[in-house]
């Protein structure tokens, strides 16, 4: 896949210690396709650290493989967890903005 392309894909539900497991596998998924990746997080739910912690290291996958990772419709929930975990910069710095 052209590395300039970008996938669109949506994170639905909470992405908590108890779904992370499964949320990784999907962007492994995502990930191995090749090209850019923008995920949507509008229809996410309920955030904790292990799923911040998740998309720091997609994020950083992506760097590391000279792609990029872009995070959309970024829902309040997880910009408080974000603040209570000290990443706010992180977030906003992977965030899409229009």
């Not at 955030?47 to 970024?74: M, P």
Request: one cysteine or more.
């Amino acid at each position: 896949m052209d590395s300039t392309k970008t996938k669109t894909v949506g994170l639905e539900g909470p992405a908590t210690i108890y779904e992370v497991a499964g949320l990784k596998e999907a962007f492994r998924e995502a990930l191995a396709e090749g090209g850019n990746l923008r995920v949507e997080l509008d229809e996410s739910t309920k955030w904790d650290l292990a799923g911040l912690q998740l998309l720091v290291s997609c994020v950083k996958t992506a760097q590391a493989e000279g792609r990029r990772l872009t995070l959309a419709k970024v829902p309040r929930a997880c910009v408080e967890a974000a603040e209570r975990a000290g990443l706010s910069a992180w977030l906003e710095s992977a965030t899409e903005h229009d």
